[in-house]
């Protein structure tokens, strides 16, 4: 039998090859395995709510207040942190300010995630996920400040996500490569099963709300065209880490965008785009805003959006090269 290597493990084992490593990262890495252990059995649950509850009702059987599935994994995974005593403070979609956690107002990091990203697909069974960054603190002890989370995609020591799909799966990144780990119910751990993930550096897939295209710019829609043109597999699920893994799996570019609705495109900076350029990144592939490295964008607002393209290298340098092309401001060389 294959040795199980589990996440806990994994990360002890990580924290001998870096002597300079504290065990305060490995301590938040595991806090963050562990909630998602929990949203996952909650997820896995979630089309019984109805069942087990009066019909149409926020109740369950037995009277309790369901809480929706997004608010739910917030507070679990706020509540795993404040357990670590390693972060003081969180920034994440459901709360429009960042939260200290003052049980450890002298941790060293705060974490920002997106904790239940797609979770209006949920009724549809399709896959959804939980994101999430880690900074060093760059306040000095006591309190953390605003200043703590707007730090650019570059400061982050470690980011990731977690796939509720037809697997959970925990992927993540501490800078040294990015490993993936399959959720293995019958014994409650993450187990190590995809070491080193490598994204192929060109592929035949590409992934984008075709149904925007009349709203996307020429640049974008003439990458789009020649992607028809090659006859490229289209894919898109609609959750981002649905698509963002099968990109890291297959190869390929996931493209969200801005569009004349959404001129900065939909997708946050800061608890979505940044953590998954740093895992993509990380794995060999390219993340951009169309002309520059997502990671370098500046941090100015808590929930600020960009647009973002995505994935496998040559595919990207080649959109990049599109939109140069075909800006009108380009440099006479
Ligand atoms: P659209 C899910 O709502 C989400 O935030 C991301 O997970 C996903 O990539 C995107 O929005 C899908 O947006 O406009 O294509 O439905």
Redesign the pocket.
Known sequence: MAKITTLDEFIIQRQKDFPYATGELSGLLRDIGLASKIISREVNKAGLADISGAANSNQNASGEEVQKLDVLADNLLISCLQNSGECCGIASEENHTFVPIHGSPNAKYVVLFDPL??S??IDAGISIGTIFAIYRRVSDDGVCTLEDFLQDGVEQIAAGYVLYGSSTMLVYTAGNGVNGFTLDPSIGEFCLSHADMQIPKQSDIYSV?QG?YRKFNAATQAYIDDCMDRSYTFR?V????A?VHRTLIKGGIFM?PATTKAPKG??RLLY?CNPLAMIVEQAGGKATDGKQRILELEATELHQRTPIYMGSSDMVTQLEEVVYQMSPAKELV
């Open positions: 990203d797609g209006s697909n709300n925007a898109y609609g959750s981002m880490v698509d969200y939909k997708l979505e």
